[in-house]
């Protein structure tokens, strides 16, 4: 283990207000996304439209549906995933990390990758399914409050903590 890894285990965790303003600062962030993906999509949708209007013997109208709910699809997982994956990947943290100074990393303080990131985003995705990802949700919303290191319940399972890069760096 390196010495800077040594130094991030003895950082502490970050408070409840910090994990506060990550939640709702990557929440507008990512609504803002889909928001522009939505416009992407609905912009591709127009000009698929006006293609098939415009040559409707070259432009099959399943196939143009097809094509258009594929896009969406993709588009609609894609645009989160690069903001939440890419960053944290990289720099262990999100733009409202950066903001109040958190960072991403395992328990022993060591750099979380990608493939423990995209994993981490995955079980993230369950909480938008229905019923089981809402009671989900607030089971992890309970672990935030009562938890020792204000882990989520993604960060559990994956042993991954939210560190707060404040503390002891303060100049005198």
């Avoid at 994990?19 to 600062?25: C, K, Q, T, V």
């Avoid at 423990?116 to 089981?132: H, N």
């Avoid at 409050?145 to 002891?168: E, F």
Wanted: hydrophobic share 50%; proline share 3%.
């Amino acid at each position: 283990m390196s010495a800077s890894s040594n130094k991030n285990a003895l950082e502490p965790t970050a408070s409840l207000g910090s994990r506060g303003s990550i939640i709702l600062g990557d929440t507008l962030l990512f609504a803002i996304q889909c928001l522009l993906a939505g416009g992407l999509v609905f912009v591709v949708a127009l000009l698929l439209f006006l293609l098939q209007y415009l040559m409707p013997d070259v432009m099959d109208g399943d196939k143009t549906l097809v094509t258009l709910a594929i896009f969406s699809g993709v588009m609609t997982l894609l645009v989160p995933s690069l903001y939440f994956i890419y960053p944290l990947g990289k720099y262990g943290k999100t733009h409202s990390m950066e903001i109040e100074n958190l960072k991403l990393t395992y328990l022993d303080g060591s750099r979380v990758g990608y493939g423990m990131v995209i994993f981490r985003f995955l079980l993230i995705l369950i909480y938008f399914i229905p019923v089981l990802g809402w009671l989900l949700f607030i089971i992890s919303i309970i672990t935030i409050l009562c938890s020792k290191n204000h882990q989520a319940l993604h960060d559990m399972i994956c042993n991954i903590v939210v560190r707060d890069m404040n503390v002891g760096n303060i100049p005198i």
